[in-house]
Structure formats: structure tokens, C-alpha cells
DNA sequence: AATGAATGAGCATTCATTCAT
DNA sequence: TATGAATGAATGCTCATTCAT
């Protein structure tokens, strides 16, 4: 039992040195500069050892793309802690999505990594923690229609739906275009995301 | 003069025809499976005359990307002749983008190429075509501020930039997750998109 | 004959220009910077063009070395005017040989091309280019017998032959190790060249 | 302990066998005929196993060039054995240079490789192994001094470098116009280093 | 003579994955 | 379990030369 244990922990703590490695490399190097090759001498472990901690290379990125959305989502919970109606708990989400964007650019790129990029398929837990996520909207939603706030034909699972994509939308669209926009329009990123929150807060309130 | 007519047509037939090849092979690989040895193979042309064509793979692509943002011009032009009022323009937009991608996936992945890869870079030609795109659209919202069917508080330029930042995000969105929301929820593409517009529609109206 | 004086005159321009062109760009970009299309672009003319006048890129390279050994030459021929004594000449040839180089780099290189590269040979017309200036030296050095300021011992073509050698390494190991000696020994250009002088003339004087 | 030793023997072997490959290979195809293609295929290895051993063809170059400066230090330094006085020294170290050309004309222009080409740079290492070969002839010459058979003019560094300016010089003319000297002028390889030696050796005797 | 479009072999380098030890 | 050497297909791009018009 204790030899189990110790081998048990220390597998456990393999498995993270792994992706921390994987993370460190990709904070340096952007998402498509992840190699086994750097990971390997990043960990100190040899190549062939990687791949018993994980199947591939893209099950490192499912990893860390899950622990992305599970941040992604304790920083939403946290966010509406501080809001007292539940309008204003969705606004204090989509402000949360660009702060973590803005803090954590690299988990912010993995955690919509399954949306971009065709090739990837969301593992049945990469889905759960997706569903998680849109669960807490949906909830928030759902007691602002209990409260006569949201416009009753909203329906909170759609919305909840619609939330994501837009914010995910606009966050996008500022990280590539938000400089070529503040130079050519003299639009602020701030400006942008307050006219967004602006619609999406109209479109929905009763 | 004849001649130098023949040649200047056959050349452009060749330059459509890499696009073509390079469209096809995308169909079926994906936007990053093409490569030049492909389109070299489907074109029957040796890889070397392909570089007289065009200067690096990249210029493949950012044809083919301002083609289908022409493409996509020409659809949200048409899209709003069938509409009376401005607003009514602003959600035809929204659905003709909807369908161009349904019509032309690959297409609106190009459209959008340069929106998901930080790699790459803008020639001034495809700026210019966002542009015009952006401006129909800032031009429609003027015309239903001076309307009074706009919420005087929203910015046209400031709302051309949110329409664009969300209805992507809400078709790459759809894209994605469809067919899994489908499948979970019940809840079909058609509606989620319905939701979408009429968030917007709230949200810009007087 | 008025018609094929003026042909024969174009054809000539023509020729020179090619290789005006291919100096120009081997200025720029180097000795292995050259490239037909480059040359084509330069001239104005179709890269097919250009082998109507040269039989391929080595024979461009062989007109240029060719001109450079003329250039050689008069420089050679010049520097020696100023001097009264024979070996005060040899000396002036070393000193001309190595400002012809600071001057005109590439033509330095285009004269000892042959020299380093194993691959090219020498044409008969390359081979006289270089006849004469080895001839030149002979003479100088056969006075320097006559006059008795040569060391008996001394043959002139063996002379000639060992001062091109000589020199032409000299010259290569201070374009390229120049600077580093400079650097970590603090021996100027100037001094290497002197003390070779120094050596070669107490060498062969009488 | 055996194991490891058997690997890292084996990894040596390797190594050496790349390095001979590209020995091989260049003998048949000059220094410029050198590819990773034939050094795969020569060696039985997959291409990118090359990359394991040497991080690109440069340094395949580079280790054979260190190894031919070796080999001819090691020549230099059995050559001065057998000569008694430092001038006969000097002239022996002469011949050596001349003879490892001869036997070993690969090495020899490896030697000079970073001496020709202008776009490599010496690493630090190929730096200490000529530093060692130009010590030696200061060293010498220092000694010729002390004993009042050098020039008391000559400064025993410059001297130095003059010398492998001089005899590089002196041995690619011969390689290049060896054969031709021989066919025109009827003056043999050996007669006209011998007219350098004579030179060289009058040159800086007292 | 002049054109210039077409050729295609050539090349250095990368990297996810495997497998014998 | 762990290793790390080996793999080899993949890829973007170059350029001297040819040849039909």
C-alpha cells in the first residue's frame, strides 16, 4: 500500500511536470510551438516516456485545455460573487472572459482550441467541462427570468449558447484585430467590449 | 495583338487554375493540408511553374481569401436589396453570413483565415476588403440611427465592429458544437441562430 | 554592310550589358548572389535572351574574370610606371595587387576565382589573360637579374609564378582574417602587408 | 556500466561513420557535393538521424575541417622533429604543408574551407585549432631570433601569419595551375616550391 | 533573333511516433 | 517503467536550362 502510494504520487507528479513543461514552452513559443521533443527536454524525461503519460501529443493539449476551461470557469464563479442581480452576473461574465483572456492569453487560446482548429475532437471530459461552464449561465439566465429581468422569449439554454459564441466572437476579433482597430479607427479595446456588453445587455433585458 | 490576347488568357487560366486546385485540395484536407507538391500534382504543373504564379504558398491563400471575402461582399449586398428597413438589412446580414458558410464552409474559413492566425499578415488588398465590408454594414446602421430605429446610444462603427466579432463567433460556434448541441440538447442550428438575432435585434433598437 | 554594322553594334551592347547587369548584382549580392533571372530582370531582357550571347551562367562568370584580369593588368602596368628600379616595380605590383582588391573586391574574387574553385576551368583566353600578367613580372624580374638586384639564384618565370602565389594568399588571408587579427592580435592590414613585402624583398634581392 | 559504455561506443561509431560518409563524399564530389541525401544514403542512416549527431551540415563541415587542423598540426609538429636549426624548421614546415596537400588534399582544403568561404564563421573551437598551428611557427621563429638566424626586422607573429598566407597561396596555385605551369613552362610542382622555400628562406635569414 | 513560360531535380531541415533494450 | 536512438515522410522553395512560338 505505501509503495503503491508513493509510485501512485510520484506517476501523478510526472504527468504534471509534463504539462507545466508543455505550458512553459507554449507561454514562450505560441500554442503551435509545442514539440515532444522540447517537452522532453523541458521535463528531463526521455521522448519515449512522454508517451506513456500520454497517448500523443494531442492529448497533452486536450489536458491542458481542459485545465484552461476549469480556470476558465472558477474565475466565472468567482466573478459573479460579486454581483447581486443576476444581469449583472452575465455582464461580470463576459468582463471575466476578457480579463482571462487578457491574463491568460495562452489558456484563453486553448481553451477555444476545439473551436478553431477542424482536426481536434473534444474528449467526452473536454465536453463535460464545456457543459459545466454553460451550465452556470444557463443557471444565472434562468433566475433572471425567475426575475422578471430577462426578456421572457429568451430561452436561458439558448442563450446560455449564444453567450458563449459572441464573447468567444469578440474576444477573437480583438486580440487579432484590436491594435489595426485602435489605429485606424481610434477605438479602443475597452470601447469595443463596452459596446458589446451594451447590446448583448439590451437584447436581453426585459 | 491576337497573340499577346491568347497568352494573357491562357496565363489567367492558369492562375485560376492553381486556385482551383488549391480550393479542392482544401475541400477535402482541410485548410492546412494543402501544400504546394498537391497543388502541383491536381494542376499538373511542375512545383517550380506554380512560384511563377504566385510568390509563396501564402499568396495562394490570401487570394483565395480575398476572393472569398468578395464573395462574401457581393452576398451581404444582395442579402439586404430583399430588406425595406435598415434593421431589417442588419439581420439579413446576419443570415446571409449564416448561409454562406452553410453554402461555402471553405470559404468562410478563409474569410476569417487571417482573424485565427497570428502568423499571418494582411496585404493592404485584403484589409481594404474587410473594409468594405465593415462600411456596408456601419452605413446601414447610420441609416436606421437617422431612422430612429437605432438606439441612439450605439455607435455604428462601434456596432459594426460587435456584429462582426459575434456573428463569427456564433458560426464558428455552430460550426463546432452543432451538431454535439444537436445531440445534447436538442436544439438545432436554425435556433440557436434565431436567438442570436433577436439578442441583436433587443439590443439595437430604440 | 551599314545594316550589319549597326547589328553587330547591338549585339555588342547587348553583350555588355549582360554583363554590367551581372556585376552589378554580383556587387550587391555576391559572387554566388548571381542568377539568371536576376541578370534578365537587370537587363530588361528574357532570361532566354541571355544565352544567346553566353553559352550558360559560367561563361558570364569567365567574361567578368577575364575583365577583371585586364583590369589587373593596367593596374599593374600603371603602378610600375612610377617606380624607377626593378624592384622598387616588383614591390609596386605587390602594393597594386592588394589596393586593386580594396577598390575592387569583386574583381578580386572574379581574378582568383579559378583559383579556389576546383569545378570551373579556364578557357585558352583566361589562361593568356593571365600569361601576361606573369609575363610582365618576368620582365621586371630578368632586369632586376640584368641590374644584378636580383638574387642570381633567382629564376624570373619561377619568380613570377611564386609572386602571384604568394600575394594572392596573402590577400585572401587578410580579406578574411583581417579583422580577427586586427581584433585579438592588434596587427593591422597594413603591417601584414608590409612585412610580407619586407620578406619578399630581402628574399630576392641580391 | 557496460551498457552505457557499449552505447556511447557505439554512438561514437556513429558519429565516425558520418563523418567518414562525408569524407567519401566529398572526395568523389568535391567540398561542394557534400549533401545530407548522400550522407544518408552512405551511411545506411535515415536523414534525420544525422540531425542527432550533428545539428545541421555546417557542423558536419565544421568537425571535419577541426579534424583536417589537427592533422595538420600534428604533421607540423613531426615535421620540425626531424630538422635540427628553427630555420630548417620553418622550411620543413613548409614541405610538411606542401606534403599534407599531396596525401591529403581533402584535409587540405577543409583546412582553408573558413579561408575561402566567406558566409561560414569559425566556431570558437576551429579558432583555438588554428591558433595552436600559428603558435607553433611563432614559437619557432621566436626561437630563429633568439639565435640570431631570423631578421631581426621580422617580428616573429607577423612572420607567422605571412607564412600560411604565403604557403596557402603558394599550394592553391600549384593545385589549380600545377599542371598547366608544368605543360607551358615545363617547371614542375616541386621546382617551384623549391623557388618559394628560397625565398621565403632569404627573405628572413640574418 | 528574341521571348518567357515551363521544367523538375535538388536541398536542408523538422518532428511525431516507435521500439529494442 | 523508462529510455533515447532511429525513423522517414513531409515541405517550401530555388534556379539553370530548354524550347515552342
Do not use: H
Amino acid at each position: 500500500m505505501e509503495i503503491k502510494g508513493r509510485k501512485l504520487k510520484e506517476k501523478q507528479e510526472r504527468y504534471n511536470a509534463i504539462l507545466e513543461a508543455s505550458e512553459k514552452i507554449m507561454q514562450a513559443d505560441g500554442l503551435y510551438g509545442l514539440n515532444m521533443d522540447l517537452v522532453a527536454k523541458e521535463t528531463q524525461l526521455a521522448k519515449g516516456t512522454l508517451y506513456l503519460y500520454f497517448k500523443n501529443k494531442e492529448e497533452i493539449l486536450a489536458a491542458l485545455s481542459l485545465k484552461s476551461r476549469n480556470l476558465l470557469f472558477e474565475a466565472f464563479a468567482k466573478s459573479i460573487k460579486k454581483s447581486k442581480t443576476p444581469i449583472e452576473q452575465l455582464k461580470a461574465i463576459i468582463l471575466a472572459n476578457y480579463q482571462f483572456f487578457k491574463k491568460y492569453p495562452l489558456y484563453f487560446e486553448l481553451v477555444s482550441l476545439y473551436e478553431i482548429n477542424n482536426k481536434l475532437t473534444e474528449t467526452e471530459e473536454l465536453q463535460q467541462s464545456s457543459y459545466k461552464i454553460s451550465q452556470m449561465v444557463v443557471e444565472i439566465a434562468q433566475k433572471a427570468k425567475d426575475n422578471k429581468t430577462l426578456n421572457p422569449n429568451i430561452d436561458p439554454v439558448n442563450f446560455s449558447i449564444c453567450l458563449w459564441g459572441m464573447t468567444v466572437g469578440m474576444i477573437q476579433l480583438i486580440k487579432v484585430r484590436g491594435a489595426i482597430i485602435k489605429q485606424y479607427q481610434g477605438i479602443s479595446e475597452k470601447e469595443i467590449l463596452s459596446s458589446f456588453v451594451a447590446i448583448v445587455e439590451n437584447g436581453i433585458r426585459d
